[in-house]
């Protein structure tokens, strides 16, 4: 990846502060998916194995300022449990109570309450990064969900320490970036989710790598009304049917294999007991929406991926969270699943779609960061590692 890790740098006996990404779901104080709890312990393990002193921060949901719901406390018996050892819980993460609970953890971890309480973590401020600094003698960022935003504890305090990758954010780096720089072929991108607007970027960006292009979700309508067909009252960015048009236009000048459905679930109304009706594309009813790909969609995508020896895909394929919606983007995560080739996934509802699937672990990499896992798509340079040691 290009930057100083975990490993390259000694570890034993210093003051280490860890940059996680713990932002996880909560129902009531409840965790109700802790996949990034588990995610962040390699780095964890790895500094308390090689005799670190472990101080953990992260932020958790968007706070304005001190919220009790929003407390990452729940987050802290949790890592316990998964640790099996105490993880100590400190109030504040920074200043008097931060400091005396550094000053008195022993060889325990030690999570500091969620950075946001601070609106300084988000702006960034000097003073506030130079306060999280003072709290150790290394920053490790492993925070890849973060990665895209410079806010103090990805960014800002890296001028005040010296800063190396975590053992998740070498993974997502080396998955995400190695895919995108250098693809073994045929590279085929399945792009879905809600909107084209939020995915052109990557798609253009993709373009130049692909052999192959397979569009569904919700911005598949737009490349369907692009293409002359009637799709209802279904979810279409009319601003960007030229966009569309020229990503098919320039897909088709470089030889790329761009699919769209030709066939889709539609229903009177967005709900789980709408009417539905599975038609081609030339046929969806008045005043219908299209709410998934159909199953002859779904038979003509797995046959096109697969001599696919390399794959992201980037957006569920239907409103998967309604159960007569979630056809498609199960049956494609099981197509994917089964491919003999490099299968990285994207995107924080598709990442859902994954694990709900039960497939996760047939995919070489499903990313823990939504956003900036699009960016790395889009081919930006995540501040948050763009501040790390060049190795
Ligand atoms: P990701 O988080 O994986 O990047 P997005 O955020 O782009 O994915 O899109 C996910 C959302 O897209 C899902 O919540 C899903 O319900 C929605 N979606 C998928 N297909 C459609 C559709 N045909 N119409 C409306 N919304 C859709
Ligand atoms: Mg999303």
Redesign the pocket.
């Known amino acids: 990846m290009g930057k100083k890790t975990v490993r390259d740098v000694d570890v034993r006996a210093r003051r280490v502060l860890v940059r996680a990404d713990l932002n996880v779901p909560l129902d009531n104080g409840v965790i109700t998916d802790d996949t990034r709890i588990r995610e962040s312990l390699p780095t964890i393990q790895y500094l308390l194995e090689h005799g670190a002193q472990v101080i953990v921060c992260s932020h958790l949901g968007r706070p304005k300022g001190p919220d009790p719901a929003l407390s990452l406390a729940p987050v802290a018996g949790r890592m316990a449990n998964l640790l099996g050892r105490e993880v100590l819980f400190a109030e504040d993460c920074v200043g008097p109570v931060a400091e005396a609970a550094v000053a008195s953890m022993g060889h325990h971890v030690l999570l500091l309450e969620n950075l946001r309480f601070h609106p300084e973590e988000e702006k960034n401020d000097p003073e506030f990064a130079r306060q999280l600094a003072r709290l150790a003698d290394l920053f490790v960022n492993d925070a890849f969900g973060a990665a895209h935003r410079a806010h103090a504890s990805t960014e800002g305090i890296t001028h005040y320490l010296p800063a190396v990758a975590g053992l998740l954010m070498e993974k997502e780096v080396r998955y995400l970036g190695a895919l995108v720089a250098n693809p073994p072929h045929p590279f085929a991108a399945l792009i879905?989710?809600?909107?084209v607007s939020?995915?052109l970027p990557a798609i253009q960006h993709l373009l130049p790598k692909i052999d192959l292009l397979l569009i569904?979700?919700?911005?598949?309508?737009t490349f369907l009304k692009a293409s002359g067909f009637h799709v209802g009252a279904?979810?279409v960015e009319d601003e960007l049917l030229e966009s569309a048009r020229q990503v098919m236009r320039e897909a088709a000048s470089r030889g790329i294999r761009i699919h769209l459905p030709v066939d889709v679930v539609a229903a009177s109304r967005?709900a789980p007991d709408a009417e539905t009706t599975t038609v081609t594309v030339d046929s969806v009813p008045q005043g219908y929406?299209?709410?998934?790909i159909g199953p002859e969609t779904v038979r003509q995508y797995t046959e096109a991926l697969q001599p696919a020896k390399a794959v992201i895909w980037?957006?569920?394929?239907?409103?998967?969270?309604?159960e007569p919606?979630a056809n498609g983007s199960f049956e494609l995560a099981r197509a994917v699943a089964n491919l003999d080739a490099v299968t990285v996934v994207?995107?924080?509802?598709?990442?859902?779609?994954v694990v709900a699937s039960g497939l996760q672990g047939r995919f070489t990499h499903v990313s823990t960061g939504?956003g900036a896992s699009?960016e790395m798509l889009e081919g930006k340079t995540l501040p948050g590692v763009a501040a790390l040691l060049d190795a």
Not at 192 to 195: D, F, L, V
Not at 216 to 221: E, H
Not at 289 to 292: R, S
């Open positions: 879905g989710g809600a909107k939020s995915k569904g979700g919700g911005m598949a309508n279904s979810l967005f929406l299209i709410l998934d980037n957006g569920p394929m239907g409103v998967f969270e309604m919606f994207g995107g924080g509802e598709t990442a859902a779609v939504g699009l």
